[in-house]
């Protein structure tokens, strides 16, 4: 064989494997995007689990996490998104109530919690938005996802072209929530 015969099978081997890197990469990545109506239910349990241990029992936390929560079954996405103007913490930082307002973190982790929706909601899809907002969510609150949620459940909701997916049953989302055997990375 001869050293042009050598390169160009060198050639084509290294092409041949960048394929298959780049395919089992897309492949392996759309495994873990969650659609938008998953990631916001995921979000409000950060969001939940960070108020348990900086603001106990506030109401406007909580009122706050319910509207991320009902993302997952809103029928009406328009409809359940102009709720938000009822509720005091996703408006202006200078809104939050006066003993939500010096905790470290926490406007920068409800404003990245409704810009996962937000972001979504009159645009195309951007699932590498989604994604790193929610990766945003999660490292701000330190919420333990592999021990606070079923991920394999989770990962099942169809994003759908939309990236919204149907909305969900309440059977689904209580086993979003639970925790087991399945509950693996």
């Known amino acids: 064989m001869g050293s042009t015969a050598i390169n160009e099978y060198a050639i084509a081997t290294l092409a041949a494997l960048v394929v298959v890197w780049v395919i089992v990469a897309y492949f392996r990545g759309l495994r873990y995007r969650l659609s ?12 939940r689990d960070f108020g348990r241990r900086h603001c106990p029992g506030n109401s406007d936390l909580e009122a706050f996490c ?3 929560e009902e993302a997952a079954r809103a029928r009406d996405l328009p409809a359940w998104d102009s709720k938000e103007r009822e509720l005091i913490l996703p408006d202006l930082r200078e809104l939050l109530p006066e003993e939500l307002s010096g905790i470290d973190g926490l406007w920068e982790l409800v404003e ?3 810009e996962i929706s937000a972001s979504q909601m009159y645009c195309a899809y951007n699932p590498a938005e989604v994604a790193e907002l929610l990766r945003r969510v999660i490292d701000i609150s330190g919420f333990n996802v592999n021990s606070g949620v079923n991920m394999v459940a989770l990962r099942g909701h169809s994003p759908c072209r939309d990236g919204w997916g ?3 049953q309440e059977e ?5 929530a639970s925790v087991g055997k399945l509950n693996q990375p």
């Open 112 to 114: 990245s919690a409704r």
């Open 36 to 47: 938008v109506r998953a990631s916001s239910w995921l979000a409000a349990q950060c969001v």
């Open 66 to 68: 319910l509207f991320l």
């Open 172 to 176: 689904v989302i209580a086993e979003w």
């Open 166 to 168: 149907e909305p969900v």
